[in-house]
């Protein structure tokens, strides 16, 4: 009776040691396949490898193909607009000159420091001569 047993679980421990180096054997296989993909591109190349794979299920490559569809067409966005487009309000130049030369005149008028000469205002008629009596 002791001999039934023994060759029993003898041949249970061959059993699983057979099972155990298939299982290595298997994980070595995955563990270089997983560096290779990770070597050739990233999740795009691993996606194309699977729908491109004659070997692999239909579904897996409909899957695999939808999944990379974004890579490989990215959808058409709209352009954005390349100013910003909130805009200031535009003084008219007559505008700005005229409100420069009240600031001027004013200033004008200021009594000036006592270390500096009075500044006289020049104005020409627009006819070559400095005075305004120029006819």
């Known amino acids: 009776m002791d001999v039934q047993p023994q060759t029993d679980l003898k041949a249970y421990a061959e059993r699983l040691e057979v099972l155990c180096r298939a299982q290595a054997d298997e994980i070595t296989k995955l563990r270089e396949e997983n560096e290779r993909l990770r070597a050739e591109g ?16 239909e579904g897996n490559k409909v899957k695999a193909a939808a999944a990379s569809l974004p890579f490989e067409r990215p959808k058409l966005m709209p352009e954005r607009a390349p100013i910003d487009a909130t805009c200031e309000v535009v003084e008219p130049l007559a505008d700005v000159v ?25 104005r020409s008629n627009g006819k070559g001569s400095d005075d305004d009596t120029a006819g």
């Open 98 to 122: 005229s409100r420069q030369r009240a600031r001027a005149d004013r200033m004008l008028l200021e009594p000036p420091f006592s270390d500096l000469p009075k500044v006289v205002p020049f």
């Open 42 to 57: 990233g999740a795009a190349a691993a996606l194309r490898d699977v729908y491109l794979n004659p070997n692999s299920s």
